[in-house]
């Protein structure tokens, strides 16, 4: 038997190492671990999720639909927060059912909200203003003002003026950089300005922006001249520019090597003419003009301009152009644009939907392969399609799943969701018998794909509509979209009702 709390602290002398056997620490326990540097002390929160985990997977406890909402205008769910009337309205979902936390005054079609992005401060570091620590809201809106709002209050923060020559449509991350973009609708050509032998060279504009705090990195100009013609957008991601073209070409650019002249917000510009960056009607200046072609880091074509990297070492899934290929998903190093052994994955079943492929969001090196198949009706556990296995010497590529072939009259699978705290995959699963869809959530042990339990969701699941699922801890949101009306159903984890 092994000794008591006393008796093993006296042991352990003044490193008040845990005894071997697995007991319950409290919090002011493992903050005294955290203080003195003992591996694993700060893993509160890890143990918590354990928890909250064990809890989900009781018999006793179910996901319960605790609130229903209809609008007119798109509904967007974020870090347990709904969103609604164009981001004018803000609903908790911290509480048992979802609580409004503000509600915006309405604004007029030229200061509505074209889209938004959701900014969480920094745990490492502390920054010099207050304000630039909280959670906010980065909106844009349609006459080029970004504003930062307060997740609690919708209360302004700070904002910038943008532009009074460019308009400003797309807000996007690119998390790994701690930065953030604003896109510009795209200068597209009329048949009356080719019949007037009228060129724009300027394709869209770039606004590139560091967060905590604040500050621009500058404009940049996207231009025939440098990148050449049949650009059909761009973004940025992990520092890299990636353009896409109408001949379904790929290119990856330098941003770093693109960044000349730096600006400060709310500081005097020569570029400005000695005016202030950020302010009314000079806004930003475009700062970031390139004369010559940038070098290209990589380059390859694929079907729908579609091209994902990630795992580790780097490699990269897309689908060739050539119609043999079409259905299929490559694998290859991004190093040498070798194909992984067994890394040119068909869907290999019969369905009305294409499959989908993506790296894991959990970051081992797997990859997700989704397809619309369905199950037959055997009695057993109900297996999903596919994970795909990239080993560290970057040469493995494993199936772990069975496909299976699509019924409409069967089980079958729509969402894959991974919910990263839990480390549960959350499966979408419908059936069409008797003429409406019904739809249930399987919850799939990341690690082993072990189905562990099924959530049933009430409301019918009409294929034909849009829908999205969001698996976030104790809560499950699915929002769909029903002609020109959207509706949000909630669901909470609660003691199942008897």
Request: net charge neutral; proline share 4%; glycine share 6%.
């Amino acid at each position: 038997m092994l000794p008591d709390q006393s008796s093993c602290r006296n042991t352990c002398h003044l490193l008040m190492a845990p005894c071997s056997r697995k007991r319950a620490v409290n919090a002011t326990e493992l903050l005294s671990r955290r203080s003195r540097g003992i591996r694993d002390a700060g893993s509160l929160i890890r143990h918590s999720m354990e928890v909250l985990r064990g809890i989900l997977l009781q018999d006793n406890r179910d996901f319960i639909n605790v609130w229903n909402k209809s609008s007119k205008s798109t509904i967007m769910y974020e870090n347990g927060k709904i969103y609604l009337e164009n981001y004018q309205n803000c609903y908790s979902c911290v509480h048992a059912e979802p609580q409004l936390l503000y509600k915006l005054p309405k604004r007029s079609k030229l200061e509505k909200f074209e889209d938004a992005l959701l900014c969480q401060s920094p745990l490492d570091r502390t920054l010099a203003s207050p304000s630039a620590q909280k959670p906010s809201l980065l909106v844009l809106t349609a006459n080029n003002w970004l504003y930062r709002l307060s997740v609690e209050t919708g209360e302004e923060l700070q904002r910038v003026y943008l532009s009074s020559k460019h308009k400003f449509r797309y807000l996007s991350w690119d998390v790994s950089q701690e930065m953030f973009y604003v896109k510009s609708v795209q200068n597209k050509e009329t048949a009356f300005a080719r019949q007037a032998g009228i060129t724009h060279n300027t394709v869209m504009h770039l606004a590139i922006f560091h967060v905590f705090p604040l500050q621009i990195v500058g404009i940049l100009d996207i231009n025939k001249k440098v990148f050449g013609n049949g650009v059909t957008d761009v973004v940025l991601s992990h520092g890299v520019l990636v353009v896409s073209y109408s001949n379904k070409s790929v290119k990856l650019y330098s941003f770093e090597h693109i960044v000349q002249m730096k600006l400060t917000l709310g500081k005097p510009s020569s570029l400005l003419g000695g005016e202030t960056v950020g302010d009314v009607p000079f806004g930003i200046p475009v700062n970031i003009q390139i004369t010559e072609w940038p070098p290209v880091l990589f380059e390859v074509s694929c079907a729908n301009n579609s091209v994902q990297i990630g795992g580790y070492p780097w490699h990269y899934i897309y689908t060739p152009m050539h119609k043999n290929h079409k259905g299929t998903h490559h694998i290859c190093s991004l190093k040498d644009s070798t194909v992984a052994s067994n890394g040119i994955q068909n869907m290999n079943c019969c369905s009305l939907e294409s499959d989908g492929i993506f790296f894991h969001p959990d970051d081992s090196g797997r990859i997700v392969h989704s397809t619309f198949a369905s199950q037959k009706e055997d009695g057993g556990d109900i297996q999903f399609s596919v994970t795909v296995t990239v080993t560290s010497s970057g040469r493995t590529v494993k199936k772990r799943f069975q496909q299976l072939d699509d019924d409409p009259d069967q089980d079958t699978f729509r969402i894959v969701e991974y919910e990263d705290e839990l480390d549960l995959l959350a499966v979408v699963v419908t059936n069409g018998e008797d003429g409406e869809g019904r739809a249930q959530i399987q919850l799939h042990d990341n690690q082993s794909g072990q189905l562990l339990r099924t959530v049933h969701l009430l409301e019918p699941w009409d294929e034909t509509y849009r829908h999205e699922l969001f698996f976030d801890k104790d809560t499950i949101v699915h929002i769909e979209q029903k002609n020109n009306s959207f509706c949000c159903h909630v669901y909470k984890l609660m003691v199942a009702r008897k």
